[in-house]
């Protein structure tokens, strides 16, 4: 059952909601089930830095900042965090 109050969001799509009345059932999105999450509104944006090496948490993927920029980086529906290249291309 989800929570009054609460937001929750889908790991697939990155689709967030509200809730604003619960009910006995699960929220779903894409199949699975959503999680409680920090509305997007009150994350903290933070800008990439340049020359720095980010990973997904879920994929494993890397990427190099080559120019930085606002906003966070996504991967997966989650934000990227600063890593050691785990190989060389």
């Known amino acids: 059952m989800a929570e009054k109050g ?3 969001r889908c790991r697939i799509r990155g689709q967030e909601v509200l809730v604003t009345k619960p009910g006995p059932g699960t929220l779903v999105c894409c ?3 959503m999680s409680v999450t ?3 509104s009150e994350k903290e944006v ?3 830095e340049k020359g720095k090496y980010y ?3 879920i994929c494993a993927q890397e990427v190099l900042v080559t120019k930085p ?3 966070t980086l996504f991967c997966c529906n ?3 965090s600063v890593t ?3 190989s060389e291309w």
């Open 6 to 8: 609460k937001y929750y």
């Open 31 to 33: 199949d699975e089930p």
């Open 38 to 40: 920090v509305p997007a």
């Open 46 to 48: 933070v800008m990439a």
């Open 55 to 57: 990973r997904c948490i």
């Open 69 to 71: 920029g606002p906003g």
């Open 78 to 80: 989650e934000p990227m």
């Open 84 to 86: 050691v290249p785990t």
